[in-house]
Every structure is written in structure tokens, then in C-alpha cells.
């Protein structure tokens, strides 16, 4: 058995992307000079995100965020394992970055100044913020059973596939995906309780 | 069955897992029956349904984002573009130079790596300029070139000024040469065969009030050193 769910073989696309990387990171220029120009999707993605995600954030404060991210991206750049394509993998740090930064600002504008009442009120919820909740969580879950879940929901694999994909057995799969499901709805609810 | 135990579980989980699955009517009469496995079903098809659509999202900003590749800056329109919000997001210096600083090293090293090995017949890649925004791009010197005589660049809009600092590639400390503020987009130096073979030379734009608002900068080494 040669694969695993920590591991899994990447598609095409990913490993392209992984060999891309890496590349960079050995200092090849062509590399650094494509790899910039892929990350230049970072601000459409956001401003995207942002507007799907309630009233929209003043220009001055998305371009600030596209950088943010663009540097927090370059930094990690030697996290990148080539699980997904690289902009599902930039997506995620616009995700979670994007919702950081709408929940400062819903902060700074409900609480006066020098306040620090950690009972504020959470900002508005809505798809983007529900779909930052289950990023951070499965980001917490970790590998392997995060990587099934995100194989099955955001890849849209089957049970099948998936096992072929990660040359695991299917019940294996299954195991890891449950568990997921059910770590996922536990700490969702104590998440509810501790809002309540 | 009322009482919950492992043979729920098992049922919820074959559910959940489409692994003999039990059909609706018995997931129907489950839930009927147990309480808590009403609750955990309905609780954690919740959770299925929000990963659906965090995926579906995930999809549709991927999409849009892909879409809009290539399409030019100004949408040929007066009112934004809520999709191109960001087209000065660079701007923020202090903030962006350290990640094109360690690009431009990894040119260096890169160019520094062919330099110092075995004659290679290709000449050592460099990009074509690093843009700001697609706002400013330098145009030469840049990679292998003949002289250092002339710095030159495009720049869209009117009303900026800027200033050229040219520094030895390998010892980035001091300029060794640096120019007046200026309108124009072109620099010719007095004199510019003090400067070493390999260059790196850095632009910064000064906006309308005269604030810094952006500094690109690029290596190139000159072929034929006196």
C-alpha cells in the first residue's frame, strides 16, 4: 500500500502546481515570476468572497487584506503539499483571512474606543462565515479524516474514488469521513453553546 | 430499538457512509423511536448540507475568480468593478518589498548558481520586469545587457515622480548611484562604468503630493564588463 490519506497522490494539476513550488522555493526565476503571476487571482478571489459575504469592505481595506494575504501565501509557500491546486489552496487563506478581517472591523465599529469587551457581539453570519467556521474546524481536525471530508465535499469524490485516489480501503475511507462528521458536529455544537 | 446503543450508531453511521444503507423509512422509524438519534442525524446532516455549500462556494468564487482573468483593468466602464477592487493592492511598501525582495533574491541566486557553475549555452532566466499593479514596469536594464548606460521604465497615469537607487547585486547596503527626483521615465547616469557587472536597481514612484507610494526593482548584469 503505497498511499495515504496524509499523503495522498495529488491529481494533475496539483502535482504541476506542487513541482511549481518547489521549484520556487529552489530559486529558479522562471518559477518565481509564474508563481507571482498565479497569486495575482488572490485579490479577485477576495473581493469575490467579500461580496458574497455581506455589505462590502471599503476598497482601502480590501487591497490592505489582498496584500496581507499575498505575504501570508508567500510565506507559507513551503506548506504548500499539493493536496489541491494551488488557488483552492490560496482560497482558503482568503477565506479565513477575509472573515479575520470583517469580524475586526464589526468589532472596531461596535465597541467604543479603548473598549475591549470580549462579549461583543459576532459579526453577521452568513455562507462565507459558515463556510470560514468549517475551514478553521477541519483545519483543527487535521489529516487524515479532514482530508476525506474535503476529498468527498470540495473535491465532490465519491467513496470509491476517493479510496483509489489515496490507494486506502474504501471502509477505511468511510471510518475517517464519519469520525470527521461527527468531530465537525460536536464541536459545532459547543461552539453554539459557547455563543448562547 | 429505543434504547441508544451501538446498533444505532452502527445504522447512522451506514447512513452517513452509504455503506448498505439503510433506507429512508428505517433512518424515518430510527429517529422516531430514539431521540438522540434524531438529534444526531439531524445535527449532523446540518453538517453535511454546510459543507455542501461551503464547497459550492468554494466552486463559484474559484470560477468567477478564473473568469476574470485577462480582463482589462479599467472594464471598460466608469464604475468599479466590485471584482477588481484592488487594483492598488500592492501599495503598501514597507509591506510588499521583503516578499519581492525574496523573489529577487531567489532571481539572484538563481542567476548567481549559473554564474558561478559549468558554462551553460542558455543564458540565465530573469523575468521581464516585476510590475506594480501593472502600473509600472521596468523596461531596461534588465537580465544580460550590453551597458548600464540608461535606466528606463513605462509608467500609466500622470503626475508622478521618481527616483532610481542603483546597488552593487551583491552587497545591497548602499546605492551606489542615486537619482534626482524626477518626471520623466527615463535615467541616463553621468557616469556608469564605476558601477560592478551584476546590478540591482530599484525604482520608487513618488504619487502627485510627493508621497513614496510603491518601489520595484530588478537585477541585470552587464556581458561585456570593462
Redesign the interface.
Known sequence: MSGSVTNPPPDGGAAEDLRLVRR?LD????A??EL?QRL??L???????D??AGP?LP?AD???L???V??LV?DRRDRYEGRARL??WV?RFC?LELMNRRRKIFRRQTLPLGDADPGAPAPPDG??A??AR??SLLAELGPPAADV?RL???G?LT?QQIATHTELPG?TI??H??KG??W??SR??EEGGEQS | MNEHGPEHEELIERWFTETDAPSASEIERLMDACPMCREQITSMDEVRRSLTAAAELERDVLAEASQLEGRPADGGSSTRDPLRPASTWWRRPSRWVPIAAAALLAITVSVALRLGGAPNPTPPVVPNGIMLGGEVTLTAPIGDVASFDAFSWTAQGSGATFQIEVFDADDLTTPLLTSPVISGRTWTPDATTTLPPSIRWTLTRFDIDGERDGTVSVDARRTNAP
Do not use: N
Not at chain 1, 27 to 30: H, I, L, P, S, T
Not at chain 1, 43 to 49: D, F, K, N, Q, V
Open positions: 520556487c530559486g529558479d526565476a522562471r518565481t515570476a507571482t495575482e487571482c485579490p479577485r478571489m477576495i473581493a469575490a468572497l461580496r458574497r462590502s476598497d480590501l487591497a490592505d489582498a496584500q496581507d499575498f505575504i508567500w488557488e483552492t482560497y477565506l455562507p462565507v459558515e463556510a468549517l475551514e471530508v468527498r465535499h470540495s465532490g467513496f471502509g468511510k471510518g469521513y464519519y462528521l461527527k465537525l458536529r459545532l455544537a
